[in-house]
Each structure stands twice: as C-alpha cells, then as structure tokens.
C-alpha cells in the first residue's frame, strides 16, 4: 500500500477475475497507486486467482463475498460474457465499479448492468483507457478547439495480434461475444464520441475469416463505418491482421480531416525498438505516460470522491449497441440505423 500524498485514507480495491489479458496490468498498477490499497484477487479459478496474486504479495480469495466485505471498488477483468452477473454480485454489495470492455457481449445485458447500477446506488466506469492517452488527449483538443476547422471525416485503425495468444477465450464465439469486431471497435467508437460529442446514427460493416483462417468460429477482419449525427463520417479497421511475431499486442491510430486541416496520432508511437535472438525476435516496450495508469487513478478518484467517473456506464453500453448494429449490419449487407 502507498500512502496518499494528502494523507487519507486509501481506497480499498478488488480485483475480480484475473482471466482478462489486462489483468496483470491492473494489478501490478494497484498495488503501487498512491491513495490505494489492492486488497486482493478473486477468480473462479483459484489457482489463476494465486498466480495472479502472488507477484504482488496480495491476497487470493476464494470467496467473492469475503473480498467485497472489505472493499470500496473493484476492477472487474473476467472474460466478456461474465461481466453481467459479477457487476450484479459486486453491485448487491454497494461495490463501485470499473468494468472492463466491452461491457456486455449483448445489448440487452449492457443496459442491465447499467440498470443494475442505478439501482444499487454504486457508481459504473467502463475501461477505455484510450481517453488518457497523450496522443488521443491532443487530438480531442485539436477538434474541440475549431483547430482543424469543422470536422468531416475520422479513419481509425485498431488492429493487432490473434488475442488467442494471450487467453483462449477471446476466439470463443459465446464468452467473447463475437471475433475481431467485438474486440476491437469498441475502443475507437468510444473515443470518436467522445471528441465528436456526437452519437452515431448509421453503421455499415462488412467482415470475413480471410486472415488466420483457422478461426472459423469468429470474423477476424473487419471495417466498420458509421455516420454520426453531427454530419462527421468515420471508418474504424478492427482486424486481428498482425503475425504472431509482431512485436505488440496491437496498435491504435487515427487520422482526423476538418475544412481547415487535418490531425494524425500514433497511440502507441512512444516506444523503443529492441532487437533479441533469434527466439525473442524484436520488441517494443513503451515510454512516457501510462493511459492504463491514468484510468486508474481516475477510477480511484472517483471511489473516493462518489462522483460520476470521466468514463461512465453509458458510455460501455454505446459503445456494444454501435459493435451489435455492426454485426446487424454485417448479417443484413446493408446500413443499420440507431437511435
């Protein structure tokens, strides 16, 4: 436990589900937060729940309810499908919520954990750690401030490795609710709300099984392309297209055009590039500000004061109703409208 720097008390945390491939991540950043105190982990499993507890020292707990009797909050970071009925358990107990995304796998079972939210009186951030991103943040500025004049057209690309390298379930039709689309759009969706201040109203997508074929359960290529009620027009490549050699996990990048310019940010750009054996291949650990960081402390923050966090609720559930009227889309071959 760190000690905050103004001297309150720290915010009690939980982690619950160790399955998701951000897990490490999260853990590893809780227990060294300033203001936090990582309580400890629960999953299902209970030898994932120890080995994801035991680099950091905390607690692996076998009983859900013994972990949320001493908490505030907890970052949920189970297999997409799960999310539901843990936001429903962690809820019942008055728990404040970080969940991570997609939300739901559903439309339907979004807008339950957001109800379920309501209800309980506990406060619901979606994890979209793309908003605290440098580049993402100066690019919002960008837009907002009539830099590039009035916006027209936002090109999104967010693509990467097969995730079935990081967790099986990721190609799992049922626990992740679909393939490359489900995975992949939800982040640029959100972020391209969030610096249009705009909802979208139409989705076409179109997608196929052409890359890593051995996945016939799940689409792996895609492009989603929305319009939004402002007028602006975007596209989004979520396709799992890079080789399993490829030094990252993935990438995110945009390219914004306005009538009196344009902006393109690299998400992941700050990074070295460092040359192993011929077994290790080329990595590129990252430099500079931690996004994953940042949400977190927000989260934090957010527990502390009872407020509504930078990242909420509605905004997971608008990101899964635009992947379901992309899925919709796909099956129809035609344009889908929302709202």
Known sequence: MVVDPEGRAPVRIGVLSAEHVH?????????????????????????????????????????????????????????????????????????????????????????????????AGVRLMTAFPTRWNPAARALESAVRSGALGTPVFLEGVNTGTMPDIHAAWFVDPVLAGGGAVTDHVVHLADLFRWILRSEVVEV???????????????????????????????????????????PTWGGLSVQAVGTGGAFGIDAFRQRLAVYGTRETGISWPTWGPDADREMLAEFVSMVRDDREP????????????????????????????LG
């Open 204 to 246: 076409y997508a179109v997608a196929n099984r052409i890359l890593q074929e051995r996945f016939a359960g799940v689409e792996t290529g895609g492009l989603v392309s929305m319009r939004f009620a402002s007028g602006v027009s975007a596209t989004i490549d979520c396709s799992w297209s890079k080789p399993r050699s490829y």
């Open 23 to 119: 897990a490490p991540t999260y853990i590893s950043l809780l227990a060294s937060m300033p203001g936090a105190h990582l309580v400890g982990v629960w999953d299902d499993d209970r030898q994932r729940a120890a080995a994801a507890a035991e680099p950091v020292a905390t607690r692996a707990f076998d009983a859900i309810e013994a972990l949320l009797e001493r908490v505030d909050g907890v970052v949920i970071a189970s297999a997409n499908s799960r999310h539901l009925r843990l936001v429903e358990i962690a809820a019942g107990a008055g728990v404040h919520i970080l969940c991570e995304k997609p939300l739901a796998t559903t439309v339907e079972d979004a807008r339950a954990i957001v109800d379920a939210c309501a209800r």
């Open 310 to 337: 930078a990242v909420t609720g509605v905004d997971g559930l608008r990101a899964v109703e635009i992947v379901d009227a992309a899925y919709r889309s796909i099956a129809a071959s035609a344009p889908v409208s």
